[in-house]
Structure formats: C-alpha cells, structure tokens
C-alpha cells in the first residue's frame, strides 16, 4: 500500500463554549486537535489507508498532546518535528449558523524544516 504524506499544520484548536461568533465575548474554549493537513492524515487512516504526517510542533504539553492524537488514529508521525517554539494555536468561535472565525498564533508550524529522510520515502 502507497504511503500519502500530509505535510503542514498540526494545531491546537481552542473553541469558544457557548458563544456565537464574537471570540472578544468568549469566556470558556475546549482545547481540540487540528489543523487540515493532520485532519486528513487521520481520515485516510480511518478509512484504511496509510497517511503520514509531516509538520512541526512545540516540545510542549500541546505539541505532545497533538502527536498521540495522530499515533491513537494509526498515522505515522516518524516524520514529525519538535520545535522549541510553541504549538501554534487557533482560537475558534461557531455561529449558530455554522459560520467560524478564527485567530491564529503561529508557532512551530511555521519552523518546519527540509529532512534529508525525505529524498529516500
């Protein structure tokens, strides 16, 4: 079975609780994995395919928290990077109509480098 690499962002996603499109008046947010490259790694996994993640993350709790959200959908994240910049985080908010907005704080993602490992994948 051929390998799809995924490569870009892994993120944290903070979502606003109760509160419509207005992230100034959000009070409480959920922490959730995303970012669209890692999205669909997993979805490929789940489907019965090999999908591995290419991307960076902070040596932090979130950027940890992210991998074993990858390793526990069967994605390979051999690839994967640690950075000594922080996760990259977005803030979430969902209108009742299911409209987002989001404010983002680049970090790691921003920091992925070119591996020589790549060139024999």
């Known amino acids: 079975m051929k390998t799809i690499y995924c490569i870009g962002e892994l993120l944290i996603d ?8 207005d992230l100034s008046k959000a009070k409480e947010f959920t922490k959730k994995a995303g970012g669209a490259p890692a999205n669909v790694a997993c979805a490929i996994s789940k489907l019965g395919g090999k999908g591995q993640f290419i991307g960076a993350v902070g040596n932090d ?3 940890t ?3 074993n959200v990858l390793k526990d959908n069967r994605v ?4 994967a990077q640690r950075s ?3 996760t990259t985080m977005a803030f979430v908010s969902l209108a009742e109509d299911g409209e ?21 994948s």
């Open 100 to 120: 987002r907005d989001f404010v983002f704080s680049r970090g790691a993602d921003k920091k992925l480098k070119y591996d020589s490992k790549l060139k024999n």
């Open 61 to 63: 709790p979130f950027g």
């Open 14 to 21: 903070f979502v606003a609780i109760k509160q419509g499109n």
């Open 84 to 86: 000594k910049t922080f």
């Open 65 to 67: 928290f992210l991998l």
């Open 76 to 79: 390979d994240i051999s690839l």
